[in-house]
């Protein structure tokens, strides 16, 4: 009854992240209707995209430019690498302008359920990264999940040999947070990690 | 810090529904993980969906033929047509197998707030449409909304001229729906509408 194009379309749509067959069928539909402002320009966004943006081999980001924008700036502070699971982890790092060092893309986190082993992440890598003389600290911004804290304990193991410090961002309540509103396990660890005011 | 390219596409895909800046920017990195098997495939889905579907100049549904299958197809009943709001109200109907006849894509409905009258949707032409000789019944599928409603009402009205049944699906208790969770309006219709056994 759909043309078999739109069906094909369709089905792509609903591989995205969040979308089901019922919001891709709706997203068709929408980018049909604005098919000069949205459909086509997406179209040719999707193929530069994939033809321009390529992985960086120093720190696993994504950029057109390789090593990425990041890794070839000589401003920033060598003497840091900052650990995160994902390129959305960097970007969200990144925007807040309060780093300056490098960064490692890990690629995920260790899993024993999902049988995620070291290997299978670009830790070997970040060993051999953490052994240049110019890096002192190696800053672990990793989920605050069993598996994020897994990984963190794995690698401050791991870089023990390299003579880096290894610290890991901060636990405690979120700002903006309302204390009523907090989980027993973050109150807990806000309390373990009070400071003076 | 991110490249221009991945912007673009990120800013693209925050217009599609139910997406905002932060779900685009997750989308953008599933892309370009999966470029081959899911990037380029949906650009190209795009530009070929672009270039062959057309509105059909009867009902108004999007398919690649002109009319469209439904309305090409002799051996649907031409003595109705059901009225719906969108395309994706036509696959609605359409998948349920229970319906035979033609179509008519109003485009909207009527709604005083949002400025929208009857020459905005396409009401002239399925009055005009009403009109063949061979129609007997024209049914009026929208949305039980305020706006849903006044529209049917508006159509009963201006289709009595063209000497055509105009009926509205039955309003009730939906298919699985528990009698406790319905709301006062929807138990009241099926009371009033209730039916012999």
Redesign the interface.
Known sequence: ??????E??IK??A?????GPR?A????????K??ES?????????????D??VACPQCHN????SPC??CSNPARDGSQICVVE???DL?AV?KTGAYRGYYHVLGGTLSALDGITPDDLSIPHLVARAGDSAVREVIVALSATIDGQTTAHYLSEALRAAGVTVTQLAHGVPIGGQIDYMDDGTLSTALKSRKAV
Chains 1, 2 share one sequence.
């Open positions: 009854m759909i043309g078999a194009e739109i094909h379309l792509l749509l591989r995205l992240p969040g979308y919001s069928r709706r997203a068709a539909l929408h980018l049909l604005n098919r949205l459909m086509r320009p997406m179209s040719q966004a999707l193929t530069v995209a994939a321009v943006i994504l950029d057109t430019s924008s990041v994902d390129i959305s970007w990144e």
